[in-house]
Nanobody, 118 residues
Framework: VQLQASGGGLVQPGGSLRLSCLASGSFLRTYGMAWHRQAPGKRRELVAA???????NYASSVIGRFTISINNAKTTVYLQMNNLKSEDTAVYYCNALLSTAAGYRDYWGQGTQVTVSS
């Protein structure tokens, strides 16, 4: 199983980006997917999470600006980021709780850089 994140880049303050993360390989079921971020010198933090039943959880700093969604096939998680601020600059990582024949566990993507700067 692999998670491949994409969509990062350089954007000006107030701009928008959409991150995508595709889960591929042999897995049986998706339980939930999420985005985390880690800024230089800081700990990794949860940005947004979504269960496959539709419940969501957001960091307080992104409420009203970011939206997480999962496609119908439950293989791809998106993060729509609007009104970006300099403090959103970080490496963004996706993760997914998936089940395989061996059981279920968390899988992580490789990270995608988001830089908000004028």
């Amino acid at each position: 199983v692999q998670l491949q994140a994409s969509g990062g880049g350089l954007v000006q303050p107030g701009g928008s980006l959409r991150l995508s993360c595709l889960a591929s390989g042999s897995f049986l079921r998706t339980y939930g997917m999420a985005w985390h971020r880690q800024a230089p010198g800081k700990r990794r933090e949860l940005v947004a999470a979504m269960s496959t039943t539709g419940s969501t959880n957001y960091a307080s700093s992104v409420i009203g600006r970011f939206t997480i969604s999962i496609n119908n096939a439950k293989t791809t998680v998106y993060l729509q980021m609007n009104n970006l601020k300099s403090e959103d600059t970080a490496v963004y990582y996706c993760n997914a709780l998936l089940s395989t024949a061996a059981g279920y566990r968390d899988y992580w993507g490789q990270g995608t850089q988001v830089t908000v700067s004028s």
